[in-house]
């Protein structure tokens, strides 16, 4: 998983709640992702960052918020305004502005009962 | 076990035999190009990359070849083997600054005994 890490593995959640997941990289990449994976369907963008302290909006944002205080971590908070939570959520990263490969972590699936 | 991949196209191949999966890509001004491999509750694995300035790469019995007429993009695995078992998809991306991939919604291999 290319020193990505992410937790939980699974996640559970009631309706009405609001929950974190955790992302890690040990990779000093500047630029952080989040994604969203439903079946059949491409990745989705949720929300970017490319340094410390600054992040911008992807193609889903809604629902969602995220931090960046530290160039290892951009965890993702999955508040209860998002309508349709349950997915596959996955943490990548990459080195830097150029094209560049990006990584990925290993996700957390996000079950809401 | 994760549900990525319901109701994407199949590409049933023997043990022993060529795959050959296949990628159109939406975005002329793409420059660059990266095959990965999703096994199921898994994060995606970066298997190949491509530059717009070259039109084949090989690796480990896998080989990228980019037509960038036609907008298409392949992957090419010798000898199947039954671990080659997953999805895969490409993405692209450009060098001009932006940070956003785009991904395909990938192509589930079977490797059949």
């Known amino acids: 998983d290319g020193g990505i890490t992410q937790s939980p593995k699974y996640l559970f959640r009631k309706e009405g709640q609001n929950v974190t997941l955790s992302c890690e990289q040990n990779l000093n990449h500047d630029a952080m992702y989040w994604y969203r994976q439903d079946p059949g369907q491409g990745l989705r963008l949720i929300y970017y960052s490319q340094i410390v302290n600054d992040f911008q909006k992807g193609d889903i944002a809604e629902g969602y918020s995220v931090s960046r205080e530290k160039k290892e971590s951009f965890p993702l908070t999955v508040t209860s305004a998002q309508k349709n939570p349950t997915a596959f959520y996955l943490c990548a990263s990459r080195r830097d502005q150029g094209a560049d490969t990006q990584y990925f972590g290993p996700g957390t699936r996000l079950t809401v009962l | 076990g994760e549900s990525v991949g319901l109701h994407l196209p199949t590409l049933s191949v023997q043990e022993g035999d060529n795959s050959i999966i296949n990628c159109a890509y939406s975005n002329s001004a793409s420059d660059y190009f990266i095959w990965y491999k999703q096994e199921s509750g898994k994060g995606p694995q970066f298997i190949i990359d491509?530059?717009?300035?070259?039109d084949k790469r090989q690796g480990q019995r896998v080989t990228v070849l980019l037509n960038k007429t036609v907008k298409h993009l392949s992957l090419q695995i010798a000898a199947t083997q039954p671990g080659d078992s997953a999805v895969y998809f490409c993405?692209?991306?450009?060098?001009?600054?932006?940070?956003?991939?785009?991904f395909g919604t990938g192509t589930r291999l079977k490797v059949l005994a």
């Open positions: 993405a692209e991306n450009m060098s001009s600054g932006t940070y956003k991939y785009i």
């Open positions: 491509i530059r717009s300035n070259m």
